[in-house]
């Protein structure tokens, strides 16, 4: 594979031809691969991607060779990354220099999909995707999800053996049991990475439908005045959470960024537990490869907050990809997309559960996570007049702001009382 450079075609496609002799493999594979350039499937394609380490440690690379050999005809996949990639890649959408293939840009309007991109419906895929209909702009696909990730309870199994925990907790109770063992061995519970911000998504409103088990669960909000108490769904979730830090079952020093440096924890003993999407999990083998961790050593499963029985977990979707509308080989760009999707080892390779329904996980943390069958929330959904309330009062429940400021408030019933007052007004 070339980056910027690549192999000629002439190169890839030439065949020896040796006279008085007939060589039977070749004549099969120069019949191969002129039927698959006759189909469309030949040529060369450019993809543009945010994963600059996929690239540079050669797993596109890898990639591009399992394609090629199943198809022949095609001559190169150009693999290129981009530094700076949600502002370079509208850039060179706006000049009409985006490849074949691409990442989508975040926050791009979908009333623009039809003049940049080519719309995916024909490539007869969606029935067994997840996130089918995430990208759609009227009643037409023009994206499908690189991977999709679950959220969960990502623990350290040698840290719990140390503390005495012999298995998973199934409860919110053996949960708080399981915090205050590893409490006692000197080991930090949980990594919250307060201090981060963005990794508080989860703790907050987001932990609602992961105990009831409804995705709609947070609409009874645009018919309330006072929808934040501390008895009701959004109290019962901020509980978890404050719990943690007023037990001192997370980091000591929560106002301080310990991102980075709590994967590299996490794979020393010193702490044992996220709750944060499945991806994490190639990133601490990464961060604590030199501390000697294993896969082995880390186990996955959905958070035990439920109160009906049956454990509740959301996913998320990925990047996407989407196609050019553009491109002058959108037969070959299709199958390569349709490529990594049913036959590359990109979602094991990513930490992600495969966007292919059908497809198995190999990554036994996935494996134990779906071992517990739980309910999976694909989307959390939110009627448009909670959007319309939360702007007018001035927050947003999802925001990180608002779920540190809960998550450390002194009298949560008085913090609520504020938030109440603001949403009434925003509702008159």
Known sequence: MRKWKGLTAALLLSTAVFTGCTNEGSEQKDTQAAAEASSGVHGDITFITHRSDLLDNGTFDKYEKEFKKKYPAVSDVKVVSLKDYQTDIRVRILSNNYGDALILPNNFEKKNFPEYFEPLDDMKLFDNLYYANGQ????????????????????????????????PPKTLQEFYEACEKLKQAGITPMNLNYGSGWTLTQWGAMMVPVMNGHSDALNFMIDSDAPFQKDNEIGQAMDIIRTLIDKGYAEKDLYTDHWEDSK???AKEESAMFYIGNWIIPQILDAGKDAGIKPEDIGFMPLPASTTGTMNATLSSDAWYVINKNSKNKETTKAWIKFLLEESSIADDTGFIPTLRTRDS???????????????????????????TAGKAGFDIWETSFIQKAAVAPDIRTFFGEWNAKWAEARR
């Open 136 to 167: 759609m702009h009227d009643d037409k696909r023009y994206a499908i999800t690189v991977g999709v990730s679950a959220t969960g309870l990502v623990y350290n199994k040698k840290a719990f053996s140390t503390a005495g925990i012999t298995s």
């Open 264 to 266: 590299l924890s996490f």
């Open 362 to 388: 190999n990554l036994a943390q996935l494996n134990e996570f779906l071992s517990y069958k739980p309910n999976l929330i694909e989307d959390v959904s939110m009627a448009e007049a909670y959007y319309t």
